[in-house]
């Protein structure tokens, strides 16, 4: 075989998953792992209508996440999100698919056990209809977000119709600050190129800093990816990969495992691999990051002055800008620390795991919600919650003053219910701050669990490095 | 069975903002089950078309009549950015637009729109600009011809703008085609595929719990 061209890590893992090439940059792709969530009981029963079976049971894998109240006793909340629970355990009954459900002990945000079960792992083809299905490119895998038509053609034939993508290597270097996380290292790289820049793009995140991040952190920073406009966003796996994974209850042990990290460790980059489009980011001045708007790209340092729209001269930016400061209330030319916050979410697939509930954990330790404020803590899964009692988080926040929720997905879209009120300004360490995101009329800050916890406890936005006693 | 998807003759709705993400397209209290998706054209778009306090807003152009009935939307940069939920293509369809003309869309949400006999047209902001400052014309005056076939725009000014768009999407929308039964064709390949695979990475495929 004549010496192959470099590839990059997309290309690798693209490859390795085409069945058939459709032409025109298309391919007919396997699909290692389909993950549903709540949402899906219509598309298996459709499946089922239209006369197809569900290829691959086996590969295929289901938790309850989006509409399941997070409230001791899990009440049902409406007699939608009821049907729509029902039609997934029933579905998925139906067609052996294995159901993480509520009280399983492995329940949780779909982006969250995937990778915690080892369901999802270096070199996967992870699909989702969830956009944050980009997560699991943390570990080295393709994710992305599907469609319902999408999911039923999935479930139908385990197999989905791609273009290939344009590829970007977004390199990061300098030294983070003591403080700085990767939820600001993302904020700031949405910040700098914008919500369309990754559009068409499969996003590869490299440079030392990377490397340094834990795993947990990896999975923050590529699940902003679609944030970016990339519904693909991946990390090169390395030992601290697959140290995370060993032992995961998805996961080869013995020979298997060896087999698996020797094939796993050539996913990477090779020298020479030709990027569409590179772009370097320095940390070394990055400061904790919170938005201001009602985009992810509007973000500020945190001793930052938001935008005065006066001062922008493109007339639609500013009128944008306008209309984002408008909806959440504030002034051009302010400090955005100091202002006041009526609610603190905790939790989500961006920052909802262990590591992040320890950060948050710390700052609350012996300190106190400030009384206006209603702070949530909603674990990302079963498995974060039990590990987060089990060394004592949970009494840390409660005696603090917040609420120690079970998990699920919560405030970060309210699509249980669970809603910051009309006007309420809330410090969420989710991913998105679109308008009525967390409710009609709801305005959010995208920032750190440092960052939310230390508001919580101020009553106010805060820098978290600073945060009096 | 999708429709074969046809010439769209028609007048254009301007909604021309950039960044229109799904969440604005679509509410998430109509998904999941709330609302059928065939029903969901009515909700589209709520949070643009009303006021903070639930009364349409005069100013906004999906409340305005002269564009009542229009088949094309013009929109801005990014549209449908956001999250994967077809329901904002259900929604949109459901409206009656089969063509939306913008300078860029939302990864997730093009793909989506194939699935639906929905158009997404890439054409310059200038050209989509010029289109939306003359929609505001009177009906029937101000018509805009999206051309599948040839893959062309003619808009009221008669300019036309060639667009491009993949050729196995564009066969699939002009053909009707049903994408599972078209793969299933290739049933055997997928078969060959999951054996050697199944041998080239095992640990991809867990065993049964
Ligand atoms: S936590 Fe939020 S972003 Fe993540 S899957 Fe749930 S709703 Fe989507």
């Known amino acids: 075989m004549a010496m192959s061209a470099p590839r990059t890590l997309f290309e690798k893992v693209w490859d390795d998953h085409v069945v058939a090439d459709l032409g025109d940059g298309f391919s007919l792709l396997h699909v290692d792992r389909h993950l549903l969530h709540d949402g899906a009981g219509p598309g298996l029963a459709r499946v089922k209508d239209r006369g197809y079976t569900i290829a691959r049971p086996d590969l295929t894998f289901a938790t309850a996440d989006h509409v399941i109240s997070t409230a001791r006793g899990r009440p049902p909340t409406s007699q939608s999100r009821t049907r729509a629970l029902t039609a997934l355990r029933d579905g998925t009954a139906d067609a052996g698919i294995p159901m993480f459900d509520i009280g399983s002990g492995a329940q949780g945000i779909v982006h969250v056990i995937g990778p915690e079960l080892g369901l999802t792992f270096p070199g996967a083809l992870v699909v989702c209809a969830d956009s944050h299905t980009c997560t699991h490119g943390a570990l080295g895998a393709i994710g992305f977000g599907i469609g319902a038509s999408e999911l039923e053609h999935v479930l139908a034939t385990q197999t989905i119709v791609q273009q290939r993508r344009r590829i970007m290597r977004i390199s990061y270097r300098g030294e983070c600050s003591p403080g700085v996380s990767a939820k600001d290292i993302i904020l700031a790289t949405v910040g700098a190129i914008g919500t369309a820049g990754g559009s068409g793009y499969a996003i590869e995140y490299a440079g030392a800093p990377i490397r340094r991040l834990e795993i947990e952190e990896r999975l923050t920073l590529c699940n902003l990816s679609i944030e970016l406009g990339a519904k693909i966003g991946m990390i090169a796996p390395d030992e601290k990969t697959f140290a995370y994974l060993e032992g995961r209850r998805f996961m080869p042990a013995g020979k298997a495992w060896d087999a698996a990290v020797a094939f796993w460790s050539n996913l990477c980059s090779d020298d020479g691999a030709v990027f569409d489009r590179e772009e370097t980011i320095d940390l070394s001045d990055l400061s904790p990051q919170v938005t201001y708007g009602t985009s992810p790209a509007q ?171 | 069975m999708p429709q074969p998807f046809t010439t769209i003759r028609s007048i254009a709705l301007p909604l021309m903002r950039d960044n229109i993400d799904t969440d604005l397209i679509i509410r998430v209290e109509r998904l999941f089950g709330a609302v059928p998706r065939d029903e969901l054209g009515q909700y589209a778009f709520e949070a643009i078309r009303k006021r903070a306090d639930g009364s349409l807003d005069p100013d906004c152009a999906l409340n305005d009549e002269r564009y009542f009935g229009a088949n094309i939307l013009l929109a801005g940069k990014n549209f449908g950015c956001g999250s994967a939920r077809e329901g904002a293509v259900w929604a949109i369809a459901g409206m009656g637009i089969r063509a939306i003309l913008a300078p860029s ?72 085609l049903e994408d599972i039964a078209l793969t299933l064709k290739r049933a055997d390949e997928i078969a060959a595929f999951h054996e050697h695979d199944a041998r080239a990475r095992p640990w991809a495929y867990p065993k049964r719990m």
């Open chain 1, 299 to 469: 973000t500020i340092g945190i001793g930052g002055v938001i935008p005065r729209p006066n001062d922008i001269e493109d007339a639609k930016a500013r009128a944008a800008i306008e209309a984002a400061l408008s909806y959440m209330g504030l002034e051009g030319g302010e400090p955005i620390l100091g202002v006041p916050v009526d609610w603190v979410f905790i939790g989500s697939c961006t920052n909802g795991r262990l590591s992040d509930l320890r950060i948050a954990a710390a700052v609350a330790k012996g300190r106190h919600v400030a009384t206006h404020v209603n702070a949530w803590v909603v674990p990302g899964s079963e498995t974060v919650q039990r590990a987060a009692e089990a060394e004592g988080l949970d009494t840390i926040f409660k005696a603090a003053g917040f609420a120690w929720r079970e998990p699920g997905c919560s405030m970060c879209l309210a699509a249980n219910g669970e809603v910051v009120p009309p006007g309420a300004r809330c410090i969420s360490t989710s991913n998105r701050n679109f308008v009525g995101r967390q409710g009609q009329g709801a305005r959010t800050h995208l920032a750190s669990p440092a960052s939310a916890a230390a508001a919580a406890i101020a009553g106010y936005i805060v820098d978290h490095r600073t945060l009096d006693a």
């Open chain 2, 105 to 176: 869309f939302g990864d997730i949400f093009v793909t989506n729109c194939y699935q639906n006999s929905l158009l997404p047209v890439v054409l310059p902001q200038a050209r989509v600009d010029a289109m939306a400052a003359s929609a505001s014309g009177l009906p029937g005056a101000h018509e805009i011809v999206v051309d599948l076939e040839s893959q062309t725009v003619i808009g009221s000014d008669g300019v036309v703008d060639s667009f491009s768009i993949p050729a196995l999407r564009r066969r699939a929308l002009l053909d009707g």
